[in-house]
Antibody
């Protein structure tokens, strides 16, 4: 069955950096687009970023553009999110999610359990 | 950006009730609207995709529909495990925005 496991969360000071990983299994990772979605404590879901199956195109929500970078290594079945210049408002649980499509957003049919990022001094 | 205005933000209902949750898109969009259920401390789970298609394994008491820019999730007969928070989402264009969520509570 599909499994997505996020890692790399933790506590970081404002202005710091963190890299999240999402290791996939149970499906052909290189065939599907992948997303990052976050949820601030007690708040709703916010889509963060998407990468096509082959890494050829990436998309971001405006609030993270220029600070976050999504990437993937299809040989390792792993999705990444490099987060730089972190702010308090980036504090959230970060989920990776698999899209049904390879090339654009369609629907998110599998989710990881999430990893908590806390930005605080 | 496309805004998804979800209502109500909270809802109290009883087991066996029929409930409806609505999302209104801020502009005309394709039917790439999805619905997710999230239980406390858990990841979201896909219920409905493309406005009205039931995800595999999801009980048939869940259904979705569309009328213009209004998208609706209906639960025909609430079960105890359905008390959770529900989100709509549009995948018509980036950013793939979610509605604010509807918390469904036991009356």
């Amino acid at each position: 069955q599909v499994q997505l496991v996020e890692s790399g969360g933790g506590v970081v000071q404002p202005g710091g950096s963190l890299r999240l990983s999402c290791t996939a299994s149970g499906f052909i990772f290189s065939s599907y687009g992948m997303h990052w979605v976050r949820q601030a404590p007690g708040k709703g879901l916010e889509w963060v970023s998407f990468m096509r199956y082959d890494g050829s195109n990436t998309y971001y929500v405006d609030s993270v553009k220029g600070r976050f970078t999504i990437s993937r290594d299809n040989s390792k079945n792993t999705l990444y999110l490099q987060m730089n210049s972190l702010r308090a408002e980036d504090t959230a649980v970060y989920y990776c999610a698999k899209d049904r499509s390879g090339s654009s957003g369609y629907f998110f049919d599998s989710w990881g359990q999430g990893t908590l990022v806390t930005v605080s001094s | 950006d496309i805004q998804m205005t979800q209502s109500p933000s909270s809802l109290s209902a009883s087991v066996g009730d029929r409930v409806t949750i609505t999302c209104r898109a801020s502009q005309s969009i394709s039917p790439y609207v999805n619905w997710y259920q999230q239980r406390p401390g858990k990841a979201p789970k896909l219920l409905i995709y493309a406005a009205s298609s039931l995800q595999s394994g999801v009980p048939s008491r869940f259904s979705g529909s569309r009328s213009g820019t209004d998208f609706t999730l209906t639960i025909s007969s609430l079960q105890p495990e359905d008390f959770a928070t529900y989100y709509c989402q549009q995948c018509n264009s980036t950013p793939y925005t979610f509605g604010q969520g509807t918390k469904l509570e036991i009356k």
